[in-house]
Structure formats: C-alpha cells, structure tokens
C-alpha cells in the first residue's frame, strides 16, 4: 500500500458512521488476563458503538466475577472446550482475542467459522502461514478481520503521521523506533510454544509497525543483529534484544531497537529539514511528542480526542462493520508486520541482510 | 584495552603534572581551515603549556593574516614545499594536523621524520595501512601520536564514562549513538580522493568512538546498511547515510547512525535499572546529559571544568611530551576506530555481517 492510499484510510477513522447505526456491536471477550480485564473491557464504556455481550476463559472464577462486573449472563459466559458455541449466540457479532500469541490463529479460524467477526491482538500470530490462513478463513466467512494495532487510534500517533507524509520536516530520509521492558520472569511471553518468540514478538512489533505506519512503505530488505544471554533463565527458549534495520523503496532506513532487557518507547522521524520525535511513543496514556524544526525544538500537542485509543479502536471495528468498510488495520495489516518478523529472525541466524517481498 | 585499564587512563587526565614544566610546548598548526582558525587556535590562550610557534600553510595570504594575528614570525611561517624545514626549528616541539583525511598520514610520517611529536585529526587516516604506517613513524623517531578526539576531554563525556564503567543503570546492554548533519555541496569532505569516504568517515566516526569509550570494549562484530541517493551531486563520491550494530564481547550491542542528510547529535547508554543520555552528546559547546534511574527521569550536570576541551586536549599532548607519557587517544586509538570503518564499509558493501580483529 502507498503512502496515500494509507493516508486517504486513515482520514477516514473517526469520521464518524454515515448511516446512523441503530445498534451497538456485541464482542465477546476471549481471554481474560491483564490486558484484556484493565486495558479493554473498562474502555468499552467510553465506546459508541460496541458493548461487551460474552466473556469466554477457562477459569471459572474469572467467568463468575468479571461476568458478575460487567452484567454478562451465565448463559453469555464460555470455556474453550465449548467455544464454538458462540455460533448459536446472535448477540455476539465480533471476539476480541486477547490469547498467548500462538492460540490467535486457532481460535479466530473457529470464530471466522462460527460467523463472527474477529478482533485479534498483535502479534496477529506466530507465522506467516498462520496469518493467511486466519485471512482465508475470514474472507471465507464473509466477515472482517482487524489487528489490535491501538496506536492507529491515538491522536499524537495520527498527528505523527500526518505531520510526516505532510513533509513537515521535509521528505523523511531516517527513523529511529525502540521499544523495551525488562521483563519479569516466569510468564507466558517467555514460553517460545505459546509466544512463538521473544521481545520482536511482544514489543519489538511497535518499532516495526511504527516505521511501517511513518513511512506508509513496505521495507524491502532487513539486517539484524540479535543478543541474549542464554544463561538469563528469563530466555531460555526466546531472544532478549534484537536490533533490525528495515530499507524502504524510497530510500529511508529505519533503526529499531527490541529489547526485553532494557527500556525504551520512543521514535524519531528525521527529514531534511528537522525531526518529529515522540517519546513516550506508545503506551496506553501520556504520549509526548516534539519537533525540531529550523533550529528551534518545541513541545506539540493535539487536540485531546473525543474517546481514547482504546474505545476508539473497538468502535472502530463495530462502525466498520455496520457500514460494511474494510478496517485500517485489517488482517493484511499483521500479515505484513508477520512477513517481516519472520525476515529478521532469519537475517539474525544468518549474519545477513534478507530481501522481502517482490 | 579492558574495562579498568582504559578507566585508570581517563583518571590521569587533567590530573596535572607532576614535575612542573619550565616551558609550554610549541605547536605548529598544518592546514588552516576553519576548524584550525575558529576552534583551536583561539584555544591556545586558554592552555597551561601549550602555544602557537609555527603555521604552516599552502595560501601565502592565510600566512600573513594568521601570523600577524598570533604573532608568529615569518622565520615560522612555512608552506607545504618545505614543510620538512620544521626540523631545523627547535621551537617546534609537536605539529597539530589539519588537513583534508587522506593527507594526514603523508605529514604525520613526515613530521615524525623530523623529529616532531604529533597530534593528528580525526579520522586519524583513511585505511588502517596508513594508521600503522603512522604509529611506526612515530615509534621510529620516539615521539608522540595523539589523536584530536577531543571529547575525551569534555567534561560530560567524562562523566558518562564514569558513570557507566560504575554501573550507575546497571550493566550496560545496549547503547544508542547518532551523529549526523544536512552537508553543504562543494567541499573537499564530499570528494572521496580528499576525504577518505563521506559521512562515517566525518561525523559517523563519533558515534563509533563513543560507543567504543563508553563500553571501554572493542567491537568483535560490525553489520552496516549503507543509504545513498547517488543523483543528489554532493553524493557522487562518498555515502549519504550508514547505520551499523556493533557487537561487543560483553554482549552488548551499539546501535549507531552516520548521516550526511539529517541532523543528529546524541547517545544514550541504557543499563537493566535505567539509562543516560546525552543530547546534544559531542557539540563544541552546550552538552546535555539526562539520567533516567528507577522510573525518575532528571537532567545532571557535572561542574564545571578549568578549561574547555579544546584547551585540555592542546594540553594533555603537550603534558605528555613533558612526562614522557603515552596520551589516553594514542595513535593506536585512531587505528582501532579505523578498523572498524573499514569492516562497516565492507558489511554495507556485502550485506552481511563481518568479524573484526583476532
């Protein structure tokens, strides 16, 4: 996708639904651990189109007392082993999987197949083989497909790119993104069969979407550098720091940094005439973002936004589906991150730049 | 050179002189461009046992404006046809070199052969043939090599370097270093015969040199993505942009950035408890260090130094040469940097990553 194609859907989001809708969507929760139960089920109540109608997990306990929380009937909660169920519920229109990263495929296959519409966090999978198939199943299906990609949603974010593809700072020749936490032992996420890898997997994919969504291209080669220290018993079976530099067809590099040892979120768009940096880049609240421009470096705000990234990324399914438009950040979206994940784990073993695409 | 060594070598600088000299050191100055004119010959007034005798010029009208402004007799003004005439000039103690890259070699050797100590500009030559022919000069004639890294100098690259090697964030995992500008066209730094190569070999060669002091380690690895747009005329002869990782013994990794198109001026050094910034890292003037330590992030400063770097490099050779002491930038110290441009020019060149040393 060019530059303006991106640019033209993302005008688009937020602009509100042409046809009024007459209902809210209903998404059914999948996966009830952190993210799910503080990050997304509270931001369903600043939304205007969509609503929580089904919780599914394999603890009861958290069946009973989020279902409790949020006013979901018992016969509206669901294990995994009677997951397909869901076909036979109409209230629900959409899931939102919030699963370890190596279930996503699976379970928004089945939810594609039960004739709903599927919300999946990133990364979208664990392969490029599985982000197809979770492609063809929706398309098969007739029913959308969109990645969690929040920061889509978040204004300084969209002023970023606005900002950028607008040459504020003249045509962009480099970018800077890094993303990185010290991650704390004994978790899923460093589990390589339930997170299909390390840091790249986890938060290393927002420098890659970043650099992605800043320059609206597709890199054309990558060269990566790993380092971990397998005697840290945190990786064991996953990488700790990767650092890849991506090569777009116009000529830009982008350095991005992934890290589970160390902090980082920040990028930093550097044109002929000056750089737009945001740090913090993407967390859930707090962005800052500055520019430097002719000299002169000073703060930049937008405007405070009607509903937060988070509501406004599960309206944006729901309007999506109502008016029957494809999502800005749909399957192809994660497929697209995916294929590259997959090129810098590969250039990294290799000690060799990797071509994508073609 | 470890860790330790390298640090008690940094403690001695500035630490005075032990047995008080009874003369400054006389220097004369070789080539005078603007960095000669504006940067350090004004900074001689500030030096303890440094001063101008000699100039040496190939514009015979530079020679008498200079020498009537520092007061340098005709006997002492010298062009580059009898240059090697400064033998016969006993006030000449050490010849500061200033020339375009790829002449730095011929007159450091040439300077040697006459018996004076030299301090060269970095990049100290432009292959690592000609560094080691320069070391042998100089070990021939038993006189000093130093290189004009002048941060070494800098009060706030001296505190970072302190602050890392104590573990201030913790073990150091990974460290970003930029250093780029948007060149002028029409300068001898953009033809290749003159310059050696084009932003590495000019600005990128800090971001090295940092990463190198600020680990205290030699690089065992080096992987570098080179972006050039050859229709722009100041790139016909020499690279645009270079990103390179270097890998360090202790795992470390060093993410760093040479660019001719865009403007940067800075490193952060990030530890498993926090990191240290500096920004702008490496200017003449006006360093700024931030610290972000146990979620706090808050700018340091260190107090304020008895002369500028400028001044305390001028001096550090000129204490040498009265102590009889190896400088802390020693010519070995330009051939280690040289080393490793000339391994990221060949992983650039051959899209993989390449082994240094052993």
Redesign the interface.
């Known amino acids: 996708m060019g530059g303006l194609g991106a640019g033209l859907m993302l005008a688009s989001v937020g602009s509100g639904v042409s046809a009024a809708p007459t209902r809210k969507i209903g998404y059914a929760i999948v996966g009830l651990g952190s993210y799910a139960t503080r990050q997304i089920m509270p931001n369903f109540a600043g939304c205007e189109h969509a609503r929580i109608v089904a919780l599914v997990s394999g603890t009861p306990a958290k069946l009973d007392s989020y279902g409790a929380e949020y006013g979901i009937p018992k016969t509206h909660r669901y294990s995994y082993a009677d997951f397909d169920r869901i076909r036979d519920n109409p209230d629900i229109d959409a899931v939102y999987i919030i699963l370890p990263n190596s279930l996503h495929a699976e379970y928004a296959i089945r939810a594609a197949q039960a004739g709903k519409h599927v919300m999946c966090e990133k990364p979208m999978a664990t392969s490029v083989a599985d982000c197809q198939a979770m492609i063809a199943a929706s398309r098969k299906a007739g029913k959308k497909l969109m990645i969690g990609y929040r920061s889509r949603f978040e204004p300084y974010n969209r002023l970023a790119i606005d900002l950028v593809r607008g040459g504020h700072v003249g045509p962009t020749?480099?970018i800077?993104a890094?993303h990185?936490f010290?991650i704390k032992p004994d978790q899923w996420r460093l589990d390589k069969p339930l997170s299909g890898g390390g840091s790249m997997m986890d938060i290393g994919i927002y420098s890659l979407n970043a650099a992605r969504y800043l320059t609206g291209e597709e890199p054309v080669?990558v060269?990566a550098?790993e380092?971990t220290?397998r005697a840290d018993p945190r990786f064991r079976t996953v990488e700790d720091?990767i650092?890849f530099?991506l090569?777009f067809p116009s000529?830009?590099?982008a350095?991005c940094?992934s890290?589970y040892?160390?902090?980082?979120n920040s990028y930093r768009i550097?044109?002929?005439q000056?750089?737009i940096g945001m740090e913090p880049a993407t967390p859930y609240a707090g962005q800052s973002m500055t520019i430097?421009k002719n000299g002169v470096t000073a703060p930049r705000t937008p405007p405070a936004p009607a509903k937060n990234q988070f509501a406004a990324q599960l309206d944006h399914l729901a309007e999506c589906i109502l008016t029957d438009k494809t999502p800005i950040v749909p399957g192809e979206e994660g497929l697209a991150d995916m294929r590259v994940i997959e090129a810098i784990y590969q250039s990294a073993a290799q000690?060799?730049?990797v071509r994508i695409g073609a």
Do not use: Y
Request: proline share 3%; hydrophobic share 20%.
């Open positions: 020749r480099l800077t890094e990185g010290p080669e060269t550098v380092s220290d720091r650092s530099l090569r000529g830009v590099i350095d940094i890290s040892s160390t902090g980082h550097h044109g002929t000056g750089w430097r000690g060799r730049s």
